[in-house]
């Protein structure tokens, strides 16, 4: 079992919907959660990052912790072409020497 | 501010032949990491360098694949042999530090094909 696990989709909805992504994982040590977006043919990039539980909302982005369920999940509201892309959780154990952990990546197309 | 430079772009080789990939990170990074991202798949960490030390090279196959990282600042990645299981994309990133909080950039990557 892989330590984070990532619904690849692909997804695809309507320009203005609201779009749902998630993973699950299972090291318990996790403390720092991000998701990256990934353009075709472009390296990750980092959209939200959050520390343990709880919420946190930046413009049309929101992004979810459950530490008890271990799962975390990305809410993009108004959702828009652009916003087409592949998503990828990670997270990382506190310290140096934890390395980034990442999901396989959503892929989600938002249609005009 | 330039980000994270990678080259070649593609690159397209005979099973068996060498390749190397290069990587300048972002000015003042002192961590860079190389990823291995296959077809649909995340990122996965290959090596990380704090300046010119590997400190975590636990999933560099070490048998083919080597990594410098030579004054603490540009970094090559090399495969001899390459095998066919080798096309990827080779994604290179940089952080200020290694510390929770530090955001990792990545470059463009390098997309190897293996014939």
């Known amino acids: 079992q892989k330590e984070v696990e990532q619904d690849p989709g692909p997804l695809s909805v309507p320009e203005g919907a609201i779009v749902s992504l998630n993973c699950t994982y299972s090291?318990?040590?996790?403390?720092?959660f991000m998701w990256y977006r990934q353009y075709s043919r472009k390296g990750p990039e980092l959209l939200m990052y959050t520390y343990s539980s709880g919420n946190k909302e930046d413009g049309r982005f929101t992004a979810q912790v459950d530490k008890s369920s271990k799962y975390i999940s990305l809410f993009i509201r108004d959702s828009q072409p652009s916003d087409s892309a592949t998503y990828l959780c990670?997270?990382?154990?506190?310290?140096?020497?934890?390395?980034?952990?990442f999901g396989q990546g959503t892929t989600l197309q938002v249609k005009p | 501010e330039a980000g994270v430079v990678q080259s070649p772009r593609y690159k397209i080789i005979e099973k068996k032949q060498p390749v190397a990939f290069w990587c300048n990170p972002i000015s003042g990074h002192n961590t860079l990491y190389w990823y291995l991202q296959n077809l649909g798949q995340g990122p996965e960490l290959l090596i990380r360098?704090?300046?010119?030390?590997?400190?975590?090279d636990s999933q560099l196959p070490k048998d083919r694949f080597s990594a410098e990282r030579l004054k603490g600042v540009d970094s090559t990645l090399k495969i001899q042999p390459a095998e066919l299981g080798d096309s990827a994309v080779y994604l290179c990133?940089?952080?200020?530090?290694?510390?929770?909080?530090?955001?990792?950039?990545f470059g463009e990557g390098s997309r190897l094909t293996v014939l």
């Open positions: 990670a997270m990382k154990r506190p310290g140096n020497t934890g390395k980034l952990i």
């Open positions: 990133a940089s952080s200020f530090d290694s510390s929770n909080t530090g955001e990792l950039f």
């Open positions: 090291n318990s040590a996790f403390q720092y």
């Open positions: 360098y704090e300046n010119e030390e590997a400190v975590d």
